[in-house]
């Protein structure tokens, strides 16, 4: 059993620590099913400057191990980003839990729907949170390529189990 869990809000010095998990995550969790053009792009689009930026203008926060940075998330307004475990903590409830601090702190905060965009590896974990598909979508990005992904959203009602 894993212990020592403790989820808190992100500050500025685990940046280095959670652009690396999040890069990690992409390298190992996305390379099947998204072109090379894709995974720039999704690292491009979670650079450093981003990650601050939503830190200082939302609520992001971090999920630890035994001291380690093995999960992130981040609420922008109704929006949920960035929400990244570690593949090898994956599938062991640790972005349910992730999910469940963000969708509580919106809903305290009056915010009762929340969207997000699913990438084709995340779908099935949003799905299983009760987050429904508004459309299928795509970004044209270099090399004619397209990095495909899902418009998501869900109702909150205090409920986040």
């Given at each position: 059993m894993i212990r020592n869990i403790k989820l808190r809000e992100f500050r500025g010095e685990n940046l280095e620590a959670v652009k690396r998990l999040i890069y990690k995550t992409i390298d190992v969790s996305y390379h099947e099913v998204y072109p090379e053009e894709a995974i720039e792009y999704f690292k491009d689009y979670h650079s450093e400057e981003q990650i601050l930026g939503d830190g200082r203008e939302g609520y992001a926060i971090i999920l630890e191990c035994n001291g380690k940075i093995i999960g992130t998330g981040t609420l922008l307004g109704t929006n949920i980003r960035r929400v990244f475990i570690d593949?090898?903590?994956?599938?062991?409830?640790?972005?349910?839990?992730?999910?469940?601090?963000?969708?509580?702190?919106?809903?305290?905060?009056?915010?009762?729907?929340?969207?997000?965009?699913?990438?084709?590896?995340?779908?099935?974990?949003?799905?299983?949170?009760?987050?429904?598909?508004?459309?299928?979508?795509?970004?044209?990005?270099?090399?004619?390529?397209?990095?495909?992904?899902?418009?998501?959203?869900?109702?909150l009602d205090g409920n986040t189990s």
């Open positions: 593949p090898s903590y994956q599938y062991k409830g640790f972005g349910k839990l992730v999910m469940r601090k963000l969708e509580e702190h919106a809903f305290v905060n009056g915010i009762s729907f929340l969207d997000l965009s699913a990438s084709l590896v995340s779908k099935r974990f949003y799905d299983s949170l009760g987050y429904i598909i508004q459309k299928e979508d795509y970004i044209p990005i270099r090399n004619k390529q397209k990095l495909s992904y899902y418009a998501m959203v869900k109702k």
